[in-house]
């Protein structure tokens, strides 16, 4: 089974500032590899797929980037609404597998 | 776009089984694009794929729920379900059904339905 590991377990930023997200896979997912954003009492959102492509609707201001073993989701500027959970999920080998997520809260 | 509503009992007894319908609107469950899973994730914890079911009607289960677990599709009434057997209190959680593809990523989801097994 694929461990994903996901960095800082809690990261505090201000609005208006850039929040960069680690995600780690035990071995090797090549680009396989997906974040969604969950916020309190609410089901996960998908945000990125393939490592870097935004799913539909998703705002620009969130990025994605890596391969292989290491990935980062980058929030460009922090809005309001962007403070959640987020998880990274590795979509290249069964079991799928998730990190264990990422809270992003206002500094 | 699809939307998904999970339902089915939220207090379930020990050594019983779990058992969800996820429904399907705004979209075709036969469409040839389209797969669907089940997730779960325990109060306060993190998420745990539980299986998939893909348009060719095949599935795939997490190896450490593979003895207890079923998903299967009910086209004519555009539905897919979770049956979880022999359930202990290690199986409480809110359980999230989601469209997926043959890439196994998972968007969008339905809101979640926790479940408590408990006597």
């Known amino acids: 089974e694929i461990v994903m590991t996901q960095s800082p377990a809690t990261l505090s930023v201000s609005p208006g500032e850039r929040a960069t997200l680690s995600c780690r896979a035990s071995?090797?997912?090549?680009?396989?590899l997906a974040w969604y954003q969950q916020k309190p009492g609410q089901a996960p959102r998908l945000l990125i797929f393939g490592a870097s492509t935004r799913a539909t609707g998703i705002p620009a201001r969130f990025s994605g980037s890596g391969s292989g073993t290491e990935f980062t989701l980058s929030i460009s500027s922090l809005q309001s609404e962007d403070f959640a959970v987020y998880y990274c999920?590795?979509?290249?080998?069964?079991?799928?597998?998730f990190g264990g997520g990422t809270k992003v809260e206002i500094k | 776009q699809l939307q998904l509503q999970e339902s089915g009992p939220g207090l379930v007894k020990p050594s019983e089984t779990l058992s969800l319908i996820c429904s399907v609107s705004?979209?075709?469950?036969?469409?040839?694009?389209?797969?669907w899973g089940w997730i779960r994730q325990p109060p306060g914890k993190g998420l745990e794929w539980i299986g998939s079911?893909?348009?060719?009607?095949?599935?795939n289960y997490n190896p450490s729920l593979k003895s207890r677990v079923t998903i299967s599709v009910d086209t004519s009434k555009n539905q897919f379900s979770l049956s979880l057997s022999s359930v202990t209190a290690a199986d409480t959680a809110v359980y999230y059904c989601?469209?997926?593809?043959?890439?196994?990523?998972?968007?969008?989801w339905g809101q979640g339905t926790l479940v408590t097994v408990s006597s």
């Open positions: 999920q590795q979509h290249n080998y069964w079991p799928l597998t």
């Open positions: 079911i893909y348009y060719s009607g095949s599935t």
């Open positions: 705004s979209g075709s469950i036969s469409i040839s694009s389209h797969s």
């Open positions: 989601a469209n997926t593809t043959k890439s196994n990523w998972f968007g969008p």
């Open positions: 071995q090797s997912v090549s680009s396989n």
